[in-house]
C-alpha cells in the first residue's frame, strides 16, 4: 500500500511563499511520476504541476508557470512544490499523486494524499 502525506501549508500574506513537501512510502517511488493538484471551495481539482519520475522534466500549469517549481529527492521519497509570489487566488486545498503515467489529469495518478490546506490573504 502506497501512503502520500503532505506538509507545508498554511496561512500567507499575497505576495509571500510556501514549500509544500508530500513523504511518500513504497520502493516503486523513484519510478513514479508525481503531480501537485489544487481545489478550491466550489470549484474541480485542477492540473499544478508535475515531475517525471527521474526529475528530468518539468511541467506548470499556466496560472502558476513562473511562480511555482516542483522537485523531487528520491532518495527521500519527497515531492516538493515551491511556491512563490502567492496570491489570493493560489488559495485551495493542495493534494500530492502518484502514478507510473500520472501526465495532466487527476484521473491518470494511482495515488493521493490527504490534501494540505494553503490560504493566501490579500
Known amino acids: 500500500q502506497v501512503q502520500l502525506v503532505e506538509s507545508g501549508g498554511g496561512l500567507v500574506q499575497a505576495g509571500g511563499s510556501l514549500r509544500l513537501s508530500c513523504a511518500a512510502s513504497g520502493s516503486t517511488f523513484s519510478s513514479w511520476a508525481m503531480g501537485w493538484f489544487r481545489q478550491a471551495p466550489g470549484k474541480e481539482r485542477e492540473f499544478v504541476a508535475r515531475?517525471?519520475?527521474?526529475?528530468?522534466?518539468?511541467y506548470y500549469a499556466d496560472s502558476v508557470k513562473g511562480r511555482f517549481t516542483i522537485s523531487r529527492d528520491n532518495a527521500k521519497n519527497t515531492v516538493y512544490l515551491q511556491m512563490n509570489s502567492l496570491k489570493p487566488e493560489d488559495t485551495a486545498v493542495y493534494y500530492c499523486?502518484?502514478?507510473?503515467?500520472?501526465?495532466?489529469?487527476?484521473?491518470?495518478?494511482?495515488?493521493w494524499g490527504q490534501g494540505t490546506q494553503v490560504t493566501v490573504s490579500s
Open positions: 499523486a502518484a502514478g507510473p503515467t500520472g501526465r495532466w489529469q487527476s484521473n491518470e495518478y494511482d495515488y
Open positions: 515531475i517525471t519520475w527521474s526529475g528530468g522534466n518539468t
